[in-house]
């Protein structure tokens, strides 16, 4: 298992390499740049044009890349362009509150899909399958900023039971308990469309097991209908239940985006609109580096959760 770690993180080299190479190319293909955000009255052209200069704007895109490249290695993100603080203090300010979000959002997402899929699954065809099937497809269908915005009319305009945005309520210290009272509204914005698209996986994985006959022997042997369900066919049924929760942690990073936008919670998600509008391009740069290497990670992490689930996965 080392071994395959270690390959697998070298081949993760190149493969981000590559990956640098693209996103930088889209982001300098875009219209505008950095300086078209600075003009003012009071600024000539020849100032406008001195601060390109200043900024490496008019060099061969090349040479730009090379020297983004050559401060990476040295561990260094660069400076953000609109508000001229190091990008790795700006992201480090906002990944604490983007991963909160993001974590409690995929738990709680598949603390629902898990049992509701089960549900779905051992009563086939039943009133109880339609319900749960019909609940997978709102889930899917309902827009995050319309669930938002709609969440937030309700339980924040007509009845002021929650916040509607914000990380800390204004004029507080905030705290733990604080924190997670804001949370509550962005969390079940995007753990419902988490849920919606994992009950159909966990239902059609469930199933598949359901009819095996190892199952059909534990049931002749005396076992409850629960242990057979929870514990052996459940646990066969991860593999595909992994792979599909694996990959919402990338994808929750351009959710965020959106959610974090009506929520107006402080993350990555609101750090990435703010530098796509001001033509940041060392911000931009260094979020596009971190959802690669969190699609890369990910994987890296499903395939070891796979041999944990099911012992007679060996990798070489």
Same mark, same amino acid.
Do not use: C
């Given at each position: 298992?080392?071994?395959?770690?270690?390959?697998?993180?070298? %081949?993760?080299?190149?493969?981000?390499?590559? @990956?640098?190479? =693209?996103?930088?190319?889209?982001?300098?293909?875009?219209? !505008?740049?950095?300086?078209?955000? *600075?003009?003012?009255?009071? @600024?000539?052209?020849?100032?406008?044009?001195?601060?390109?200069?200043?900024?490496?704007?008019?060099?061969?895109? #090349? *040479?730009?890349?090379?020297?983004?490249?050559?401060?990476?290695?040295?561990?260094?993100? !660069?400076?953000?362009?609109?508000?001229?603080?190091?990008?790795?203090?700006?992201?480090?300010?906002?990944?604490?509150?983007?991963?909160?979000?993001?974590?409690?959002? %995929?738990?709680?997402?598949?603390?629902?899909? &898990?049992?509701?899929?089960?549900?779905? +699954?051992?009563?086939?065809?039943?009133?109880?399958?339609?319900?749960?099937?019909?609940?997978?497809?709102?889930?899917?269908?309902?827009?995050? /900023?319309?669930?938002?915005?709609?969440?937030?009319?309700?339980?924040?305009?007509?009845?002021?039971?929650?916040?509607?945005?914000?990380?800390?309520?204004?004029?507080?210290?905030?705290?733990?308990?604080?924190?997670?009272?804001?949370?509550?509204?962005? =969390?079940?914005?995007?753990?419902?469309?988490?849920? !919606?698209?994992?009950?159909?996986?966990?239902?059609?994985?469930?199933?598949?097991?359901?009819?095996?006959?190892?199952?059909?022997?534990?049931? +002749?042997?005396?076992?409850?209908?629960?242990?057979?369900?929870?514990?052996?066919?459940?646990?066969?049924?991860?593999?595909?239940?992994?792979?599909? &929760?694996?990959?919402?942690?990338?994808?929750?990073?351009?959710?965020?985006?959106?959610?974090?936008? @009506?929520?107006? #919670?402080? !993350?990555?998600?609101?750090?990435?609109?703010?530098? %796509? *509008?001001?033509?940041?391009?060392?911000?931009?740069? +260094?979020?596009?580096?971190?959802? +690669?290497?969190?699609?890369? /990670?990910?994987?890296?992490?499903?395939?070891?959760?796979?041999?944990?689930?099911?012992?007679?996965?060996?990798?070489?």
């Amino acid at each position: 298992m080392f071994v395959y770690i270690v390959r697998r993180i070298l %081949i993760s080299i190149p493969v981000l390499l590559g @990956i640098t190479i =693209v996103n930088f190319l889209i982001i300098n293909m875009a219209p !505008g740049s950095p300086v078209d955000m *600075m003009v003012d009255p009071n @600024i000539s052209a020849e100032q406008l044009e001195l601060r390109k200069e200043q900024l490496g704007l008019n060099d061969p895109l #090349w *040479m730009q890349y090379l020297t983004w490249m050559g401060n990476l290695l040295q561990g260094n993100l !660069g400076y953000s362009l609109s508000s001229f603080e190091p990008v790795s203090t700006l992201i480090g300010e906002r990944i604490g509150p983007t991963v909160a979000l993001m974590g409690a959002s %995929i738990v709680v997402g598949v603390l629902i899909a &898990v049992p509701f899929g089960i549900i779905s +699954a051992t009563r086939q065809y039943s009133k109880w399958d339609y319900l749960m099937t019909t609940g997978s497809f709102l889930g899917i269908s309902i827009p995050n /900023f319309f669930l938002g915005l709609g969440l937030i009319y309700i339980f924040a305009l007509k009845n002021p039971w929650l916040p509607s945005g914000g990380m800390t309520t204004l004029g507080t210290e905030g705290g733990i308990v604080d924190t997670l009272y804001h949370m509550v509204l962005p =969390v079940f914005v995007l753990a419902i469309g988490i849920a !919606g698209k994992k009950i159909r996986y966990v239902r059609a994985s469930m199933l598949e097991i359901l009819g095996q006959d190892y199952l059909r022997t534990a049931r +002749a042997k005396g076992l409850r209908e629960f242990v057979v369900t929870n514990r052996h066919a459940l646990r066969n049924a991860l593999i595909p239940i992994i792979t599909v &929760v694996g990959m919402e942690i990338p994808l929750l990073l351009g959710g965020a985006v959106i959610t974090e936008q @009506i929520f107006q #919670w402080p !993350g990555i998600g609101q750090l990435t609109m703010q530098s %796509i *509008m001001s033509r940041d391009y060392p911000t931009m740069m +260094a979020l596009n580096l971190l959802a +690669a290497v969190m699609v890369l /990670f990910s994987n890296l992490v499903m395939d070891i959760l796979y041999s944990v689930a099911d012992p007679r996965i060996k990798y070489n």
